[in-house]
DNA sequence: CGCCTCATTGATTCTACTCAATTCGGGTGG
DNA sequence: CCACCCGAATTGAGTAGAATCAATGAGGCG
C-alpha cells in the first residue's frame, strides 16, 4: 500500500533532545532507560516492526507520530492508535507483536532493549495501563458514536495531546483519521466540511485545525 | 438501568475452589497472591466497581461472568469486554477506574489488596497487556467488520475462551452482546437467525449456541 | 395460569458507504 | 515564475446495511 522508504537511519543523541513539545498526560514524564539506547529516524510509512515479528524492545517517540494498525484479509485496515512525542508503544505479548507500527511522517524513535525488568516494571506498567485506558475509550467512541462525534472526540483528543487550546497540526492524513475512526475517507471530509460550515473550526489548511467552538465540540461526545 | 441487588457476600476459601472450567489463553494460569485474599458473591447486576472510583484492588473471576463497560450521557453503553473464569481485570491509572464492572449473572470474584508490587508485577504485567491486545483487536472488528463478522468473532472468541470446539455457553444477554459488537439488539438476533437458517449454528436456547460450521465462521473474519 | 422480561421478526428510515467527478495543493520542470 | 502533474481532499448522487419503530412470540417465575 505504502511505498517502502530507505533503511532507517541511527544515531546515539542526548536523551530528551529533540523532543517537540510538552509531555501529554497520562504518560510518565520520561521512560527511564536502565540499559543504552539509541534514536532511530524513520521516513513516512516506513515500518517499525510488523505483526508477528517477534518483540524485542519497547520505543518512545522522539518526534513526530506513529500509528499502530492491524489489517483485515481483503485489505480493510484499522489503527488502533497514534503516539506523539514523548508516548510510550511497541508492547508484546507472547513474545511477539500483534500489530503493525509504521511512522505517519518523518520520525525519530527512541528504541529501548530488554524492554520490562526489576527497575523499569512500574513505567512499563503505567505506559500499558495508559494505552489499555485509551484502547478502551476509543472502542465506545467507535462502537457507539456517530459520525460527527467520532471527528469531534478525534480533535479533542488532538488538541489535548499537543497541550493546545485552538491550533490542531493533524500529522496524519484524511485516509489515516478514517481508519482511526472507523469510517471512509469521504465521511470524514465531509465532517470536517460541516463543522467548517458550522463555524466550530477554521481549516488552514488540511493538516491545520483551528478550532474556534470548543464548547461545541465537547457538547457533542459528552 | 439494572435492579441493584443485595451487598455482595464475601466468604474466605482456598484459592482455585469453584472455579468452573480450564484457564482461557493469554492469561496466567493463576495470578500469584502475595497477601490476604477472598471471594466475593455478586449477583446478576450487581456493581464490582463504578467509573471514576478510586482503585484499590485486582480482581480474578471465579466463576460467572463480568462485563467492563463505559456509558454515554444519554444512556448508550459501550461494554469494552467480558471476562470469564481465570481472567483478571480491574486495572486502573491514575489512581482510580475508568469504566464500570459488573457481574453477568451470579459470579464470584477473588479480590487481590495491593495490587502491583516488586513480587507480582510480570503477572500484572502480563494480565495487563493480554488485556490490551484484546481491546485492540476488538477495535479492529467493531471499527471495521460487518454485523455478520462480528457476531461471528464473537462466538469464536467465545467458543476459544471456553476451550470449546462446538457449544457455547452465553452468559450474557443480546442487550449486552450488542453493546458489545456495537450493534442493537435487533441487528444481533437477526444474524444469530441468519448464521441458523445458513446451517452454521443450532440454538437449543438462547443462550445455548451449538457451532455446526466453525469454518465458515473463521472464514468471514479472516 | 398469567404476568413480565427478553428475544424474534417485520416495516420503514436514515446514516454512512460506494462510486464518480471535480477541486485543491504541493512539487517539478521548462 | 508559471504551467503542469499527481496524489490527496472535497463534493455529489445513489445505495446498502444497520438503526429505529412496532408488533408478536417464547420462557421463567410468582
Known amino acids: 500500500m505504502f511505498a517502502q522508504?530507505?533503511?532507517?537511519?541511527?544515531?546515539?543523541?542526548?536523551?530528551?533532545?529533540?523532543?517537540?513539545?510538552?509531555?501529554?498526560?497520562?504518560?510518565?514524564?520520561?521512560?527511564?532507560?536502565?540499559?543504552?539506547?539509541?534514536?532511530?529516524?524513520?521516513d513516512a510509512n516506513e515500518e517499525i516492526y510488523a505483526q508477528g515479528e517477534q518483540a524485542s524492545a519497547l520505543y518512545q517517540v522522539e518526534f513526530g507520530a506513529v500509528r499502530l494498525y492491524r489489517l483485515l484479509a481483503d485489505g480493510r485496515r484499522q489503527i488502533s492508535a497514534f503516539h506523539i512525542a514523548g508516548e510510550v508503544f511497541g508492547f508484546e505479548a507472547d513474545g511477539q507483536h500483534h500489530f503493525f507500527a509504521e511512522a505517519v511522517g518523518h520520525a525519530g524513535i527512541r528504541v529501548f532493549r530488554q524492554p520490562a525488568s526489576e527497575t523499569n516494571w512500574r513505567q512499563t506498567l503505567d505506559a500499558a495501563l495508559a494505552a489499555l485506558v485509551r484502547?478502551?475509550?476509543?472502542?465506545?467512541?467507535?462502537?457507539?458514536?456517530?459520525?460527527?462525534?467520532?471527528v469531534a472526540a478525534f480533535l479533542l483528543d488532538m488538541m489535548e495531546r499537543q497541550n493546545s487550546d485552538r491550533e490542531v497540526q493533524l500529522a496524519m492524513s484524511r485516509t489515516d483519521i478514517g481508519d482511526y475512526l472507523g469510517l471512509t475517507i469521504e465521511t470524514v471530509s465531509r465532517t470536517f466540511s460541516k463543522f467548517k460550515s458550522r463555524g466550530l473550526v477554521r481549516l488552514a489548511n488540511t493538516r491545520t485545525v483551528e478550532v474556534i467552538d470548543v464548547g461545541a465540540l465537547r457538547a457533542m461526545c459528552d
Chains 1, 2 share one sequence.
Not at 15 to 24: K, L, N, S, T, V
Not at 139 to 149: H, K, P
Open 135 to 150: 484502547a478502551q475509550e476509543h472502542l465506545l467512541v467507535i462502537g457507539r458514536q456517530n459520525a460527527a462525534e467520532r
Open 5 to 42: 522508504a530507505a533503511t532507517a537511519q541511527t544515531l546515539n543523541i542526548p536523551f530528551g533532545a529533540g523532543r517537540h513539545r510538552a509531555e501529554p498526560r497520562r504518560t510518565p514524564a520520561s521512560f527511564s532507560p536502565d540499559q543504552p539506547h539509541q534514536v532511530v529516524f524513520y
